[in-house]
């Protein structure tokens, strides 16, 4: 133990603080976060200009429209990601997907110069789909790397290279936009992208090998060329996959429930903000009034506090003012729980701790919203819910994929983790509508409705956990695929 110990290089010692890091791990690890990271950060440099140009083209309404598209789109381009997925090795996946997204910011970048209609409503959905795609490739791409063990070790590691990526992301954008315009933004976004190309090459290079990765590419070639797969039977476009395997089915449900779940908890917290603002102004007018002088919060001064046009300054910035706290709090408990609870969690209790962390603190959440609607109770409910969804519940599903063949991690993984969110999206707006014009929810309501569907939730967990022990054991060959060689790749397979 000592021996294998002393053999760690200093960086893959220091990671030892926060999960079991086993020598000549390190540096792949370091590069896999790094790179999600920059993922992160691309994502962060485009989302400003999506903003700006939808509220420009569409106003606030075009948003909850376009989701639906979005869930169209997604479907013929998972499809056809999937054909991808069958001819191209998965470096070279990667390289042709991402390079694609890349020319797609070129063209954006040139047509915002032309001024041309309806461009925000294309970017919106076209973000929305580069959004949930990219992330899923990583993941998908992560469970090739690691095998089932040191990918429960490792991933924590690397999915806070995300969380620091979300956080410090809006700040790197921010302080871009005092150099540069909003759409010179995309190209940078693109540069960012180019760099994610190299790092997936140099990490595939160091634990397959060049000589591997050709190998593996002629071989897809050949097949394709002879028309193998087309031949035997219908080519997997991974949403048979759902049904085919009851375990991909579940954790299509899972993401969907715990999508619609969180939606519709932020749809009740935008409810009681809105209160609160409302009732905040009241009171920052009332006394501006009362005092005969400027309305104030901070430094903001509201000469007229009594217009129209003040009132909804001074509600705005309260609201914004609540949200920035809020998202601060949520991505820095993230950051902590990534960084040294998710290991650990996994390592002493497994995985079925990991998938019944969220659920717990949703319970907790929406029940006490349910018996108290106080905006301060959903506070703290929502910062732990989010920032454990963000941290422990996404890392440990990306784990439930470790176990499972080639196809399933790519095939199937862009159906339940982009499709299957848009699809969430499409169903919390259904049951917020449902809930506003039909049955008048109000925010007990809504928490009632959750509290429900977290019941759904909790066995379908439990389903899943029963799934992932029979496919550990090599009881699901169809889903695991027969055992792994032993051979010379590095420590993280």
Known sequence: MNQVASQKSPLERFLG????VRAGEGPVTLIMAFNVFLLLTSYYLIKPVRDGLILADGGAE???????????????LVGGYSKLVSRYERTRLITVVTAAFIVCLVIFWALSRMDVPYLGYVFFVWVGIFSVMVVAQFWSYANDVYNNESGKRLFPLVAFGGSVGAFAGAYIAGWLLNFISMFEMLLVAGAVLGLCIVLTNIISRRVWGKAAME??????TAKAERGDEGAKKKESLGFDMLFRYKYIGLIALLILLL???N???GYILDVLVLDYGEATADEVIGAAVGSGSAASIGDQQFEDPTSDEARDEIEGTIISGFYAGFYFWVNLLGMFLQLFVVGRLIKYFGIKAGLLWLPIIALGTYALIFFAPVLRYARIGKTAENASDYSINKTTI???FLPTTHEIKYKAKQV????????GDVGSAMVVFLGTVVF?????GFALLNLGMILVWFVVVFMIVREHKEIEKGNRPEISGPPEKATAEPAVR
Do not use: P, W
């Open 62 to 76: 075009a948003k909850a429209y376009l989701v639906g598209a979005m869930a169209v789109v997604l479907f013929f």
């Open 215 to 220: 190998a593996r590419q002629r071989e897809l």
């Open 259 to 261: 999508n619609l779940v």
């Open 398 to 400: 990306q784990m439930l």
């Open 263 to 265: 939606t519709t908890g």
């Open 17 to 20: 603080l926060f999960t079991e």
């Open 440 to 444: 008048t929810f109000g925010a007990r």
């Open 416 to 423: 339940t983790d982009s499709f299957m969110q848009r699809i």
